[in-house]
């Protein structure tokens, strides 16, 4: 089974409309990421948590909210979806600690009509 | 701030050698990562380096210098499986705070 698991996998919705992409990990991490990925941008992070009760904002926060329910759950919400919000999401994990590698989940291919 | 330069594209042939430079410019450095990512798939971890020097791990090795603000990858013995894209990200300490900034990538096609 996978260490980080995302849904759902692909997307499509309409503008306007709230959206919430799911994350789990079984990696026991404390840290959890969300970023989005965007062709000729790489990869930026919207929202990052260190712990259940620690949420940050990360580079690209607007029009997007985060929910760590548990230790192992990161979820991200798009409150009021618009186009150019289409992008491929992705979650990751990692120790806590500095300097440790962060393992990514398989996306979510999220497009907003 | 913090900028991220790696070149857009790079072209190589099977059983060759290709080198990929990072270059940053951030404040609060605290190691630099290669991911590689094969289109539509998540990133995996390749390396780390957060000391300047060589880093050598089967077919692919990576160098720092911090006071260059400069990174390489370097695979050898290139595979076709090996076209994907490479993503340079450096680790930005601060403020209690631990993120990874990324480059654009650097996307190389291995030709036979």
């Known amino acids: 089974d996978a260490d980080v698991t995302q849904t759902p996998r692909n997307r499509i919705t309409k503008t306007g409309k709230r959206i919430m992409l799911e994350c789990s990990q079984t990696?026991?991490?404390?840290?959890m990421y969300w970023y989005r990925q965007d062709p000729g941008l790489g990869l930026r992070l919207i929202y990052y948590?260190?712990?259940?009760?620690?949420?940050n904002k990360g580079e690209i926060s607007d029009g997007y909210s985060v929910s760590r329910q548990a230790q192992a759950k990161f979820s991200l919400s798009l409150e009021s979806a618009i186009p150019n919000q289409t992008a491929l999401y992705f979650c990751?994990?990692?120790?806590?600690?500095?300097?440790?590698?962060?393992?990514f989940g398989p996306g979510t291919r999220l497009t907003v009509t | 701030g913090q900028n991220i330069d790696q070149p857009t594209e790079m072209t190589a042939t099977e059983g060759a050698i290709v080198q990929i430079n990072c270059t940053y410019q951030?404040?609060?450095?605290?190691?630099l990562f290669w991911y590689q990512q094969h289109a539509g798939e998540a990133p995996t971890f390749l390396s780390y380096?957060?000391?300047?020097g060589l880093e050598e791990k089967g077919r692919f090795s990576s160098f720092l210098s911090r006071s260059k603000g400069y990174s390489y990858l370097l695979l050898k013995e290139l595979q076709m499986k090996d076209s994907a894209s490479y993503l340079c990200?450096?680790?930005?300490?601060?403020?209690?705070?631990?993120?990874?900034?990324f480059g654009s990538g650097t996307r190389l096609l291995v030709r036979p």
């Open positions: 380096n957060v000391l300047d």
């Open positions: 948590s260190f712990d259940v009760k620690d949420i």
């Open positions: 951030t404040s609060g450095f605290n190691g």
């Open positions: 990751a994990t990692s120790a806590t600690g500095g300097g440790y590698e962060q393992y």
């Open positions: 990696k026991g991490h404390d840290r």
């Open positions: 990200a450096v680790i930005k300490a601060g403020d209690s705070s631990y993120k990874l900034i």
